[in-house]
């Protein structure tokens, strides 16, 4: 069951060496995102995830709030 | 969106899911940096002046309109010990009688902004509602700095 991180648990997991994942549309991404943050928009999850990254390092998915 | 890609991940087979529900907004709220286009655009964090003088509830006015003027300012903000504002002191409130308490002299609880939102967008809230300044917070209502109508004309 994924957990939830509150943005400090985010930045000491990132510096550790977790994987950070904007789902929002690449525009967005484009426009802002969060630093070592990748793009894989929800839509192209199933595709990308399995090459883009690594399943035995933590994963960290966010959007634009919880909606 | 992010608890269905979360879910979609650990059935992918990935062992360690974990979900930002904050997101961006909350980031950005907190006035953390981000990357991409927007992040080189000027926004209120980066322009509101951090050197606005602050006091406490219970300071004379006298004194904080003492300061704030040597300083070369016409404003105070009121915060308490974490910095979260209660209130401000523009021009008009600290030539009120100098011997009452701040808490009595301040416009209490002004709106305040989010560091995230861009220059422009302040600009032209300003000029229509006739602001020469506004109060930049964080999400949590801690002071960023005063942002001042001419910061954002430029």
Known sequence: MPREVDRNELQHMVEAGAQLVEVLPEEEYAEDHLPKAVSIPLGRLDDEAPTALDRNRPVIVYCWDIA | ????????????????????????????????????????????????????????????????????????????????????????????????????????????????????????????????HERVSVVITTSDGRLVGLLRQEDVSG
């Open chain 2, 1 to 128: 969106m992010s608890p269905r890609a979360a879910w979609r991940l650990e059935s992918l087979g990935f062992v360690e899911v974990y979900e930002y529900r904050g997101g961006k907004l909350d980031w950005m709220a907190a006035g953390l940096p981000t990357e991409g286009t927007n992040a080189k655009r000027p926004r209120a964090g980066g322009l509101a002046r951090a050197d606005v003088p602050t006091c406490r509830l219970d300071e004379r006015l006298g004194d904080v309109r003492n300061r704030a003027r040597e300083q070369g300012w016409d404003a105070a903000v009121v915060i308490n010990s974490e910095r979260v504002v209660f209130g401000l002191l523009r021009a008009k409130e600290l030539d009120l009688e100098a011997d009452q308490q701040v808490s009595q002299a301040m416009r209490p609880a002004p709106s305040t902004f989010r560091p995230y939102v861009l220059a422009e967008e302040m600009a032209a809230y300003m000029r229509d």
